[in-house]
C-alpha cells in the first residue's frame, strides 16, 4: 500500500512536508523559520524548491504585481488568482493565503466564506489576518471551520490610512503594551504563527518568549522564530528604495534588462533567429516543393 500525503499533494521525496505542527517544533527546537512572499507559478516553484519553509502570498502583491499604490485595492478574486497559481508551483512549503482588505473587516460571515475559499478553491493551508486584539473572535470563528490562521501586527499595511503612514509601531510604552495584549490575545485564539512587521527588536524579542506560537519577523529584529521578506525586494524588482530592513540577494531587474536589451538588439540587426533556430522542412517535402515552384516558374515564362 502506498502512503499519499495528507494534502493528497505529489512530494519532494527528500523534504518533508512544512505543516503548522512543524513549524512549533521548529520554534521548540531554535531552528529559524524561512518565508517569502510569491506571487506566480514561476516564482512559486523556485522558492520551494530553494527550500523556504512557507510561502505567502501576501496582498503586497498589489504593488508588485498589480502596480497598485497601496494594498487597500486587491480584491478577493485577484488574490485566488494568484493563490491558484502559487498551489500549482508549491510541494514542501506550508502555503500561507493573505485576507485582502474588506474581505474580513465587514462581516464575520463573509470573512469564513472568504478564507473557505482561499482553502477549497486556492488550495492554501494557512490564512493570514491583519489585527491583534480586535480579531480574536474572527480568527476563532474560521479555525472553527477548520482553517490555521496566521496572525500579522506591528505595521499593519491595511491600516496606512489611521496609522498615517508607514511607520514602525510599539515605540512609546503604551504601544508595547497594545502590542503585547494583541500578541498574547492572538496566541490565546490559536493562531498557528504571528507575523511581527516593523516593530522595535526588544518588543518582538518580549513577544517571541511570551507566546507559543512561533513569530515570523519583517523589521522586528533576529529575535522572532522565523524571517520573512517580500520576494520582490530580495531580488531588486520593486522598483523603490528599499525599507531599512531589506536585504538585497541578487539583482534581477539588472538581469532581466540586460536579457531583453540583448534581444531587441539581436532582432533588429537580423541576428534572431538563427537557422539552427528555425524549423526546417522534411526532405521529400522540400524536394516535392521545389519540383511545384519550378513547375510554376516555368508557366509563367
Ligand atoms: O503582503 C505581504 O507581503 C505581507 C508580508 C510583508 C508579511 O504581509
Request: with cysteine; aromatic share 4%; net charge neutral.
Amino acid at each position: 500500500m502506498s502512503l499519499t500525503p495528507i494534502s493528497g499533494r505529489r512530494l519532494d521525496e527528500s523534504r518533508p512536508k512544512i505543516t503548522t505542527a512543524s513549524l512549533r517544533e521548529q520554534k521548540l527546537r531554535h531552528e529559524p523559520i524561512t518565508c517569502l512572499t510569491a506571487y506566480d507559478y514561476a516564482t512559486a516553484r523556485i522558492v520551494d524548491e530553494a527550500g523556504i519553509d512557507m510561502v505567502l502570498v501576501g496582498d503586497s502583491l498589489a504593488q508588485t504585481m498589480l502596480g497598485y499604490e497601496n494594498t487597500l485595492s486587491v480584491t478577493m478574486d485577484e488574490m485566488l488568482h494568484h493563490v491558484k497559481a502559487v498551489r500549482r508551483g508549491v510541494k514542501s512549503a506550508l502555503l500561507v493565503a493573505d485576507m485582502p482588505y474588506g474581505s474580513y473587516q465587514v462581516d464575520l460571515n463573509d470573512a469564513v466564506r472568504n478564507a473557505t475559499r482561499f482553502v477549497k478553491e486556492g488550495g492554501a493551508e494557512v490564512v493570514k489576518i491583519e489585527g491583534g486584539e480586535k480579531r480574536a473572535e474572527l480568527i476563532r470563528h474560521i479555525i472553527d471551520a477548520e482553517i490555521p490562521v496566521a496572525g500579522h501586527i506591528g505595521l499593519t499595511p491595511q491600516s496606512v490610512n489611521v496609522m498615517g503612514g508607514y511607520k514602525v509601531q510599539g515605540k512609546n510604552l503604551s504601544g508595547v503594551e497594545q502590542l503585547m495584549r494583541d500578541a498574547v490575545a492572538l496566541d490565546r485564539s490559536g493562531v498557528a504563527c504571528i507575523f511581527l512587521e516593523g516593530i522595535p527588536r526588544e518588543v518582538a524579542a518580549l513577544i517571541t518568549a511570551e507566546v507559543e506560537a512561533p513569530t515570523i519577523g519583517i523589521g522586528a529584529g533576529p529575535e522572532c522564530d522565523g524571517q520573512v521578506l517580500v520576494f520582490h525586494d530580495i531580488v531588486n524588482l520593486s522598483f523603490g528604495p528599499p525599507a531599512k530592513f531589506v536585504r538585497r540577494y541578487g539583482d534581477a531587474a539588472v538581469l532581466i534588462a540586460q536579457a531583453v536589451r540583448a534581444f531587441r538588439a539581436d532582432v533588429k540587426s537580423h541576428q534572431y533567429p538563427s537557422d539552427e533556430e528555425s524549423y526546417h522542412l522534411p526532405k521529400e517535402t522540400r524536394a516535392g516543393l521545389e519540383t511545384v515552384l519550378e513547375r510554376k516558374r516555368g508557366m509563367r515564362r
